[in-house]
């Protein structure tokens, strides 16, 4: 069994790096993604159109990786967060939690006792296919609370005010935030230098030092990537998904394509 990434990362004095799956789910993809330099990959079912089967083709192959895939979540869907983990799912990101009730319930449901009560599911793709047996509590348990990263996300004033009590809970490893929704709800919709936004990115990184968890934050530019970090988010996740990269990509290609024919006289849209 492989440690998560994400710790992994973070154990060796390093910065664990992430990036988006919304749209693409082949089996080159996680590949791709460990090949480009990431740590983990969350995976979109909050935003994404991806089905339970998908997602467990998705953990399959990032196994053949040393990329942990995370899933991501709106709180609505907590009683999925057992079977997303039966997957070889490796964490799971809750989108809105804004009380300390809310986190309990959701690492009650996420890690197995004595911190909560995720129910036994002996040989399967968490195991890696292995039996455990009489063992399952005292080998396979421990290992799984460890390496499995239960991660709300704080999108809204409620769950701010509550964001230290919710980095308290045992059973919680990572807190992120929803810059758009958390920034929109602050009336300063995507203005991420906002001193007051920049204000509670520190809070969430405090709140989460303060309880020995892991902080991760929204990287949405280059500056930010090393603010952030030494604000203590020791994990970041940086900007843009597959969909938003592929069409980067394309643009930069077609737009070179242009350039080169317009030099020559030959029309451009």
């Not at 919709?189 to 520190?202: G, I």
């Not at 405090?206 to 949405?220: I, P, Q, V, W």
């Amino acid at each position: 069994m492989k440690e998560n990434s994400i710790r992994k990362a973070v154990r060796e004095g390093r910065a664990a790096l992430g990036t988006g799956i919304k749209e693409f789910a082949t089996r080159g993809v996680p590949w791709i993604v460990e090949s480009s330099g990431f740590d983990y990959a969350m995976i979109d079912m909050e935003h994404g159109a991806f089905d339970l089967e998908t997602i467990a083709n998705l953990a399959g192959w990032f196994e053949a990786t040393n990329v942990s895939p995370i899933v991501r979540i709106h709180k609505a869907f907590v009683q999925m967060i057992p079977t997303l983990l039966d997957q070889g799912i490796k964490g799971i990101q809750i989108s809105e939690v804004e009380t300390v009730e809310e986190a309990c319930a959701i690492a009650q449901l996420a890690k197995y006792p004595p911190v909560g009560n995720r129910g036994i599911s002996q040989m399967g793709s968490h195991t890696n296919y292995r039996g455990y047996g009489a063992r399952y509590a005292t080998e396979y348990a421990p290992w799984a609370n460890e390496n499995t990263i239960i991660c709300p996300s704080i999108e809204s004033l409620e769950g701010l005010e509550n964001v230290e009590k919710i980095a308290a809970v045992d059973g919680i490893d990572m807190i992120a935030y929803g810059h758009s929704d958390l920034s929109a709800r602050l009336g300063i919709h995507l203005q991420l230098d906002n001193p007051k936004f920049q204000a509670v990115v520190r809070r969430i990184a405090d709140a989460c030092n303060t309880h020995g968890k892991l902080a991760r934050g929204s990287a949405e530019t280059e500056q930010q990537i090393e603010q952030y970090y030494q604000w203590g988010c020791k994990v970041l996740n940086l900007p843009g998904t597959d969909l938003s990269t592929y069409q980067e990509g394309l643009k930069a290609r077609a737009g070179r394509a242009h350039a080169r024919l317009k030099g020559i006289g030959v029309k451009v849209p």
